[in-house]
């Protein structure tokens, strides 16, 4: 790779050198990369394949799991949380010992006891959890669709600039091999700060029907009022965590 020091200004392919700009310099290196033919059809590429076939189906699951929780994540200051649920579906895709080269899959993964532990413990907020906002741990009951948290004098710990807590419960059924999923969410439970919990707080959702697995989960959103209206914070403490898991046999 080149730095370019005088005055010449290019930019794209030029006799199989690349021009382009990075950080205010003007770079110049060789094209590269693969050659695509080769990697389908060349026999020593078969492990790339076979990764790139693997790679490209947690691909498609991450995407049906983000685009269907998208009001939920656009709450989370991270713009990479795509590639944030596709790596814990590529840790899961990695325990599949039952499949062959190529065709391992997330759903696979999942009843081996690690896999399990990861679905359960992932944050969507990668620098903050549900438990560093409740304090206590909800009790899940994914059969009944139902989620409780227990009457506390403080429940949520707010951010500062926070007057509102938005907390819902959602129930997922993901079907990792087509990959498809639909969800069910319960009514929005507004807790303003410094309010306690007198009696137990109960959320409802309905357990969508379908294969695949059931996973719930728990939103916890902050806002402040604005005016006379209320304005969802973009905090580093909006929270989205899973915190049930049924797996259905197919």
Not at 1 to 16: E, P, Q, R, T, W
Request: proline share 4%; aromatic share 6%; hydrophobic share 40%.
């Amino acid at each position: 790779m080149a730095l370019n020091v005088g005055i010449i200004k290019i930019k794209g392919l030029l006799d199989g050198k690349i021009f382009y700009r990075r950080n205010g310099k003007d770079i110049v290196q060789n094209k590269g990369g693969f050659d695509g033919a080769r990697i389908k059809s060349e026999s020593r590429y078969e492990k790339t394949r076979h990764l790139g076939s693997e790679f490209g189906r947690c691909a498609k699951q991450a995407s049906v799991l983000k685009n269907l929780l998208q009001p939920f994540l656009a709450a989370i200051p991270d713009q990479y949380s795509y590639n944030w649920i596709q790596s814990m579906l590529v840790q899961l895709k990695n325990l599949d010992t039952i499949s062959p080269s190529g065709q391992r899959n997330a759903r696979l993964g999942l009843p081996t006891e690690e896999g399990q532990e990861i679905l359960k413990s992932f944050q969507f907020n990668r620098n903050c959890s549900l438990g560093n906002v409740l304090v206590s741990k909800p009790s899940v009951f994914l059969e009944e669709g139902r989620l409780s948290i227990s009457a506390n004098k403080k429940p949520v710990l707010f951010p500062n600039g926070a007057t509102y807590a938005a907390v819902q419960f959602i129930l997922i059924r993901m079907d990792f091999d087509i990959p498809d999923a639909v969800i069910s969410i319960s009514d929005c439970c507004l807790l303003p700060d410094g309010t306690a919990l007198t009696e137990d707080l109960i959320l409802d959702a309905h357990p969508p029907k379908g294969d695949g697995i059931l996973m719930a989960l728990l939103s916890v959103r902050f806002l402040n009022i604005a005016g006379e209206e209320l304005v969802l914070l973009k905090s580093e403490r909006n929270v989205l965590g899973i915190v049930g898991l049924l797996l259905l046999e197919k």
